[in-house]
């Protein structure tokens, strides 16, 4: 499964590399990719992962996240 989100304030690679991290810890998730330049994560998991968890574990390190896409 991939989803979407849009991160407003993702401002450099830092950030980018960050929320890898943040989200690779995740049960479930499988790959973050961040993209700080189009402020655009992708999120695979091997399961649905709810998106209140990603977005929820974004906010706990002060990102803001919001769903744009789930395939």
């Known amino acids: ?3 979407i ?4 304030n993702m401002h450099c690679k830092s950030c980018a590399i960050r929320i890898e ?11 973050a990719k961040a993209n ?23 906010a706990e390190a002060d990102y803001n996240a919001v769903l744009k896409e789930e395939k």
């Open 1 to 3: 499964m991939k989803t």
């Open 5 to 8: 989100f849009e991160v407003n």
């Open 21 to 31: 991290k943040v989200l690779g810890n995740l049960p479930g998730v499988l790959k």
């Open 36 to 58: 700080h330049r189009t402020k655009t994560l992708i999120v695979k998991t091997k399961e649905a992962v709810p998106e209140a968890l990603i977005i929820n574990a974004l």
